[in-house]
């Protein structure tokens, strides 16, 4: 007889304490030293970190590639408007209208991709960092709480504005001032009619389209360099990387 009948034969023997394993609650302290500091991360949270780290790649990937399509729709734009003296100037306003339906894509990805990074970062935080230096003190107290409730039911962190906002100063602001740049270039110094006769487009006049170019830039760097509390959990927000070598020589 092997130690495996063994087994089954105890198991046989108490068919209470068989019904009890399967029929009684579940245990309440399951999880309870998952994140313990003696104990470290288990294996478990690696794997969950590691998920967390690749959605958050995923999502990085897919706002760099809307920034691609952009630059290209710009690039191609631009080398039409300026290739012939024939081609209209409105086809740059054309392209800024589409680069600002690109920009709202953007910012709404940029929402999802927020959230698996504010994940990534409660973690990195309060376990990576107070795990490599037991000195280091948690940034949030509640934090397994927060995370836990954010795992259950989870919610975009950042407003659209704040978002758009968040874009416009990373790439798209200095993408609308070439093309405004570009378009200004087009009407004054490439067109046979003088200024603002050269920026008529059909039925509007030069002066109307001149002005909705002019709000146009003018409310997209309000929403760009207005004072605000930012929300995302952004290293690169917090903290100045920047530093002098002088500085890290002197540590």
Not at 118 to 129: G, K
Not at 154 to 169: D, G, M, Q, S
Request: charged residues 25%; hydrophobic residues 40%; proline residues 6%.
């Amino acid at each position: 007889m092997g130690p495996g009948d063994s087994a089954n034969e105890a198991v046989q023997d108490s068919p209470d304490q068989a019904e009890g394993l399967d029929d009684g609650p579940p245990d309440p302290r399951i999880g309870e030293g998952l994140l313990d500091v003696d104990m470290g991360p288990s294996s478990a949270f690696a794997h969950l970190y590691r998920g967390e780290l690749h959605r958050m790649k995923l999502w990085r990937e897919r706002l760099d590639r809307t920034t691609n399509w952009a630059v290209l729709l710009m690039a191609a734009i631009l080398t039409w408007a300026f290739s012939s003296e024939g081609n209209p100037h409105y086809v740059i306003l054309v392209g800024h209208a589409a680069i600002t339906i690109f920009l709202f894509i953007e910012a709404r990805r940029y929402r999802a991709y927020d959230v698996w990074r504010s994940r990534v970062r409660h973690i990195q935080q309060n376990v990576w960092a107070p795990g490599l230096d037991p000195n280091v003190d948690l940034t949030d107290e509640g934090w397994r709480e927060e995370l836990a409730a954010d795992y259950q039911q989870p919610k975009l962190k950042i407003t659209a504005e704040e978002a758009i906002a968040h874009r416009l100063r990373r790439v798209y602001f200095p993408l609308f001032t070439v093309l405004d740049l570009a378009w200004v270039l087009r009407v004054t110094a490439f067109s046979e009619q003088p200024w603002p006769a050269s920026a008529s487009v059909g039925a509007f006049s030069g002066v109307v389209v001149t002005a909705i170019v002019v709000v146009a830039y003018g409310l997209a760097l309000y929403l760009c360099c207005r004072p605000r509390t930012w929300h995302t959990r952004g290293e690169l927000l917090e903290t100045e990387l920047r530093s002098n070598r002088s500085d890290d020589s002197e540590m």
